[in-house]
């Protein structure tokens, strides 16, 4: 069977609308090993867009294969740092060059609206630029030694890296994840998550395109209970870098502890946003808006919990519902849609589920709370934006992370108890504070227990600010100078040089 299957070289990327998307193993694309393949569809219409190669075991012990190989033996690790960084500024050219592709895609595969994906691919371009840049800075120590003695810390990268993708930032995630691993010299085998495979196929494409040698990105798309797991518990793999669920982030640490593979786990939240009285009311109205809404709630660090001080609650809250009702759902390809669709009828089940339990359990929604139909979209996958209140902090709304654009709004009386309000929950990833008041806002910021800390500010992440979580939002930072340290070892390399020869036994 394996003889008969189709290969081709990659030496550019072609069309990228494309049936079929094949898996990408040592710069080929290829087959699945047993023939399989999937449908991946568009959430916003319910239609199939595409057939994708579906690979199992065997292929992802090829691509580990491939992956081993070109670290152990191939020339990316050993090329000159700066050769390593034009090979990324040219990732980061190419996919400039063709953006209005890649974001056309990006929309047909996951339903979000045309300016959450540009904004998103944009981003994903300058991952690949900050690391162009950093990595050529980023070098080892030398350290105070006793006479005759010299040490300096050798920064060498860890190895084989499986990366695995969720599908709510199919292809920023995949470039968060890619752009340090390579930019450190290490190789990477990618699963994308099953709902949204393209992009990252497409990415792995342009990659040998722009010149990374084969070997150095593979892409396996199929099951994470298949793929997935393989590459966690593959004695070959150094390294897991993982983004998606807690629960999933967990039995991933638990694998991985056989072999004990150096971990990312970037997982999920339910970020905490605290409105003071003495905040711009029109900056956090919008901000709270924004914070919750974009990528249609479907966001690991969505301020999904908004507490707003009694002061100013009403006059809040008037704002915040009646402008909630003016976002616009529809054509994800529209300039003016501002929510795009629900990835899935399986998750937009879930999010109506944590609604209807927070009903169940005596809360009020305020606007929102059911499917939609949209002309033209009828078969897609739709949810009204939803504010909720009168809840408490043990109703399974305000304690789980529903990943859709539902948010649940609290009144609190004063900082301290805010702060612990906050702070009770068991994730820690993202979290947002309105306030004037600078003091205040320093004095939250750093009370709070999450890895990122938004003040009077709607955005969580750009190039270079380190992003992840505390506590059940896992550990380790992406898309930040740290997180090449995340691909990478520090040897020590100790030398002596003194005129005596050492005979520290004396014998
Ligand atoms: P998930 O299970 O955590 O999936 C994320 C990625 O992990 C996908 O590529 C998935 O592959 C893979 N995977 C699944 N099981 C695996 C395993 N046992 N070993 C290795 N890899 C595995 O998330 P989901 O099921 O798609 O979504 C469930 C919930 O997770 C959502 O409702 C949301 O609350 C949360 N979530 C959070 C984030 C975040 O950014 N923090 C992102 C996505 C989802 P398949 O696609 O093939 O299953
Ligand atoms: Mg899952």
Redesign the pocket.
């Known amino acids: 069977m394996a003889d008969t299957i189709a290969k081709e070289t990659i030496t550019e990327v072609g069309a990228m609308k494309r049936s079929h998307y094949a898996m990408i193993i040592n710069g080929e694309r290829v087959e699945g090993s047993a023939g399989q393949v999937f449908d991946t569809y568009n959430p916003a219409k319910g239609e199939k867009l595409a057939t994708v190669a579906k690979a199992n075991e065997e292929d992802a012990e090829k691509a580990v294969q491939a992956a081993r190989n070109a670290f152990d033996y191939g020339k990316w690790r050993k090329y000159p740092v700066g050769k390593r960084a034009r090979v990324l500024n040219n990732i980061a050219a190419i996919m400039r060059a063709r953006f209005k592709e890649l974001v056309e895609i990006e929309v047909l595969n996951s339903g979000k609206s045309v300016g959450a994906a540009q904004v998103q691919i944009n981003q994903s371009i300058e991952d690949f630029e900050f690391y162009a840049g950093a990595i050529v800075g980023h070098r080892g120590d030398v350290n105070n030694m006793p006479y005759g003695f010299f040490n300096y810390t050798h920064k060498e990268p860890v190895g084989v890296c499986a990366q695995?993708?969720?599908?709510?930032y199919p292809m920023m995630m995949a470039a968060w994840k890619i752009a340090p691993a390579i930019a450190a010299g290490c190789s990477v085998v990618v699963?994308?998550?099953?709902?949204t495979p393209i992009t990252a196929i497409i990415l792995n494409e342009i990659c040998h395109e722009a010149g990374v040698p084969e070997g150095v990105v593979n892409t396996v798309p199929?099951?994470?209970?298949v793929v997935?797991?393989y590459l966690?518990q593959h004695k070959d793999v150094n390294k897991v870098a993982?983004?998606?669920?807690t629960p999933?982030g967990r039995?991933?640490m638990e694998k991985a502890s056989g072999t004990l593979k150096r971990l990312t786990l970037?997982?999920?939240?339910k970020s905490p946003s605290i409105v003071f009285e003495d905040a711009d009311l029109e900056a956090a109205v919008a901000g709270s808006i924004f914070g919750i809404f974009f990528n249609t709630g479907q966001s690991?660090e969505a301020r999904s919990r908004l507490f707003v001080h009694e002061a100013i609650y009403d006059e809040f809250m008037e704002q915040f519902v009646a402008r909630t009702k003016k976002l616009k759902l529809g054509d994800p390809f529209d300039k003016g849609t501002h929510v795009g669709s629900i990835i899935s009828r399986d998750?937009l089940e879930?999010i109506h589920s944590y609604v209807q339990s927070a009903i169940d359990d005596g809360a009020t929604v305020l606007t929102g709370g059911k499917e939609m139909k949209i002309e033209g979209f009828e078969n897609g996958h739709w949810y009204e934006p939803t504010i909720i209140t009168d809840v408490t902090p043990d109703m399974k709304a305000v304690r789980e992370?529903i990943?859709g654009p539902v948010v649940v709004v609290e009144k609190f009386t004063d900082e301290k108890e805010v702060v612990k309000r906050a702070n009770d929950t068991e994730y820690g990833l993202g979290s947002a504070i309105w306030t004037t008041n600078q003091a205040r806002a320093t004095r939250v910021a750093h009370q709070i227990q999450a890895g990122i800390v938004m003040v009077n500010s709607p955005f969580s992440a750009f190039p270079g600010t380190p992003f992840g979580g505390y506590k059940q939002s896992g550990f380790g930072r992406e898309l930040s100078v740290e997180t090449l340290d995340l691909y990478m070892e520090d040897k020590s390399v100790l030398a002596y040089y003194g005129n005596k020869p050492l005979n520290p036994f004396g014998v």
């Open positions: 695995i993708i969720p599908w709510n699963k994308p998550a099953s709902l199929g099951s994470g209970e997935g797991d966690v993982f983004t998606g669920s999933t039995d991933i970037e997982l999920g939240g690991c998750q879930t992370e990943f």
